[in-house]
């Protein structure tokens, strides 16, 4: 019995081993299976070029108000295609030299492609160089689409994307960003009060306009920031052989002759030259993108006029990438993701009054193309009527971690820097004129300074808060293709908002925002203030770190008419206000410069409060002063003539029936007197950047707003003049 006994455990203790024999031996094929298949994972790239010079002249040339027509070729246009593979996900990205192209022409230019290398239409992106020099692909302003350029154009950049697919090949890529402020500047600035032009419909709405020409002493200054992010991505076969560079700046365009591929075409062969190509085959491929550009250009109006040539531009832009190559980490794989959303927008129709206007010049056109620019306005707004909405494609792609935002608009830098700086992918950059072109796309707050790029027509006819759905569409798919939230914005403090907080100020604004109508608090006590319309955003202030710290621009606002209110409960007879401010608006041309600061109540003509102004023509240009109102009168003024375009920083403290303000860290007040209150202690309310009664508001910008409810000491003031880090040699130069 015990022997049958151990020959049954022995038999179940031998098919247990047996199995887990057999277990061991699944467990390392099942190994061996996945690491193979970890070392199948391979990156592949591939890029291509085709020729879209037109083969029959002449050819309609659009892109300025009125139509041209181009004989010859200057230099080749050409489709640039890069297409990547991860091994799941197949992405193509084609560049065109063109202007623009309508969404049907580039559905079509999809659709041949997807037929002959079967990557997705969503998964296809194609832009606009937006060079000026090119046939017309589409109808806009003066202009027509040439009809026998429109047929010819979808099929060549179809054949461009199945050269590249047809070339892909294992490959690594890497990707870095650099800043070149030298080479881009914003174009669109805003002029004085007394100098607003009229639009093409006869109305005077021109308060900000692109091309001010060269210091010219009307315009104040750029209506926005600048981006000058200059992104690189690389490609290389896995032995290190250039394949293609992608490259991404938000410059307009630089001008050339007719057909031309601009500067965008130089920079490609130069680029090509740089990184040492060569002659393999398949050829390397260079490809300039067109960035957040829509109020950018590469001429600095605050300089004297140069002009360099579209040449010797490329060539600048092209070393400056170069520099940015030579520092890029490469990935043998990384991971790619394509997504695509449609966004409905309205177009800005117009009102039955100007429609009848723009009929009216119409039918006097009898057929011919339209000469001025009411006559091409006039035709625009008949379209518009026509049109009523129109619907666009917006993409996002990762790859690796690196984020592409694909928008088929001329939209401005701050839309761009809005997406850069909350995109969960860092970096990100923005490739404009993709999908489709709807023309230009301003920030809601610049439809209210008008201009060029504010005129309705096919160039600038969607709806004013089309910039802002526009954003929220682009990081919804960047979190889709990125599977994470995207970032906060963050306030950084550096020396001098941490000196000032320090303080304990009853609130803190900082005028840092990319839009209003909110002027956020940093006081912690919740105090936030509205922004007015004509205002616009996000332009640089003074210009040291201790203001934001070292990685970040410092930024204010400039007020161009409008300004910032916010009502302060119990603040009492005792105060003080600090801030920065920089004027541009002359001083010897109305009674009052610019108001600075008021307190009272708001729309009285009596202009009863506190009021801290730069005087005009009332005998002190220049100089600070003090004012309680109409009924008192009472002036107190400064000392020193402040020099028009310098950042100052000043602190008016009222302390019962005293009045004292400092300029500039310096502990001897500028004003010193006594003065009544003009208004009852009740009033809550105070304005920055104008007064209460609306009348000659600043022409310029503020910065860093502290308010207090107490009498700041002349130490504590001059200790926060320090804290900036500028000298009062610095302040008076800049």
Not at 196 to 215: K, S, V
């Amino acid at each position: 019995m015990k022997s049958h006994k151990l020959k049954r455990e022995w038999r179940t203790l031998t098919r247990l081993i047996d199995r887990l024999l057999l277990l061991a031996i699944f467990a390392s094929a099942l190994a061996c299976h996945t690491g193979a298949a970890i070392a199948k994972k391979q990156f592949r790239a591939g890029a291509g070029v085709s020729d879209i010079t037109p083969t029959n002249f002449p050819v309609i040339v659009n892109a300025m108000f009125t139509e041209r027509n181009a004989n010859r070729a200057h230099d080749p246009l050409r489709a640039r295609c890069l297409v990547l593979d991860d091994g799941t996900t197949r992405l193509a990205i084609a560049v065109v030299d063109t202007c623009m192209m309508p969404r049907d022409l580039l559905d079509q230019a999809k659709d041949l492609a997807w037929r002959s290398t079967g990557i997705a239409a969503d998964h296809i992106l194609i832009s606009a160089t937006h060079t000026h020099s090119a046939p017309s692909a589409m109808g806009c302003l003066g202009s027509r689409a040439d009809p026998v350029y429109v047929k010819f154009l979808p099929g060549r950049i179809a054949e461009g994307i199945e050269r590249a697919a047809k070339n892909l090949a294992p490959a690594r890529i890497g990707w870095t960003v650099t800043n070149d402020l030298e080479h881009t500047h914003n174009r669109r600035w805003i002029f004085r009060s007394d100098k607003i032009g009229a639009d093409p419909f006869g109305e005077r709405t021109l308060r900000a306009n692109m091309h001010p020409g060269y210091q010219n002493p009307d315009a104040i200054g750029p209506s926005g920031p600048v981006d000058s992010g200059l992104s690189i991505l690389s490609v290389q076969s896995s032995r290190g052989r250039p394949i293609a560079l992608l490259a991404n700046y938000s410059m307009h365009y630089y001008d050339s002759p007719l057909l031309s591929a601009d500067y965008y075409g130089r920079f490609a062969d130069k680029i090509g030259k740089l990184v040492g190509a060569g002659d393999a085959e398949p050829p390397f491929v260079g490809i300039m993108s067109q960035g957040t550009s829509g109020d950018l250009m590469w001429m600095d109006y605050s300089q004297p006029k140069t002009d360099i040539g579209y040449d010797a531009y490329a060539e600048a832009i092209a070393r400056i990438a170069h520099e940015s190559y030579e520092r890029i980490t490469y990935h043998d794989w990384v991971p790619l993701a394509m997504r695509e959303a449609k966004l409905t927008l309205a177009y800005r129709v117009p009102t039955e009054e100007r429609l009848n206007w723009a009929r009216k010049i119409a039918d006097g056109l009898n057929g011919r193309l339209p000469q001025t620019l009411p006559e091409v306005y006039a035709l625009e707004q008949i379209y518009l009527h026509e049109k009523q909405k129109t619907e666009l494609k917006i993409q996002a792609l990762r790859i690796g971690e690196l984020g592409i935002a694909a928008i088929p608009n001329e939209v401005f830098a701050i839309t761009g820097l809005k997406i850069k700086a909350q995109s969960p992918l860092q970096p990100t950059f923005n490739i404009e004129l993709a999908n489709g072109a709807e023309g230009y796309i301003p920030p809601p707050e610049q439809h209210k300074l008008g201009g060029y790029t504010t005129w309705p027509a096919r160039t600038a006819g969607l709806e004013p808060q089309a910039g802002p759905r526009i954003v929220k569409t682009v990081l919804a798919l960047l979190e889709q293709v990125s599977g994470k939230p995207r970032r906060r914005l963050e306030d950084p403090h550096g020396s001098y908002a941490r000196s000032v907080l320090a303080s304990k100020p009853v609130a803190y604004w900082r005028l840092n925002e990319f839009n209003g109508p909110v002027a956020h608090d940093e006081s912690g006590q919740s105090h936030d203030a509205t922004y007015e319309d004509g205002i616009a955003f996000y332009l640089a202030g003074p210009a040291s770190p201790a203001f934001s710290g070292e990685a970040t621009v410092n930024r204010c606002p400039h007020f161009a008419g409008g300004r910032v209110y916010r009502e302060i409960k119990r603040l009492g007879k005792t105060y003080s206000v600090e801030f920065w401010f920089w004027n541009g608006f002359p001083n010897h041309t109305r009674w009052v410069t610019g108001y600075l600061f008021s307190r009272g109540p708001d729309g009285k003509t009596s202009a009863s409060g506190d009021h801290l102004a730069i005087g005009g023509t009332n005998d002190v240009p220049g100089r600070l002063l003090f004012f309680n109102g109409n009924r008192l009168t009472k002036i107190l003024t400064g000392r020193t003539a402040i020099k028009e375009r310098t950042w100052n920083h000043v602190v008016l403290v009222r302390d019962g029936k005293k009045v004292r303000a400092y300029l500039n860290g310096n502990i001897e007040p500028e004003i010193s007197g006594e003065a009544e209150f003009g208004y009852s202690h009740e009033v809550e309310r105070i304005f920055i950047g104008g007064s209460s009664d609306n009348l000659a508001n600043l022409e310029g910008k503020i910065d860093e707003v502290g308010l207090y409810n107490r009498a700041l000491a002349p130490e504590e003031v001059s200790g926060h003049f320090d804290a900036s880090g500028l000298l009062l040699l610095d302040v008076l130069d800049r």
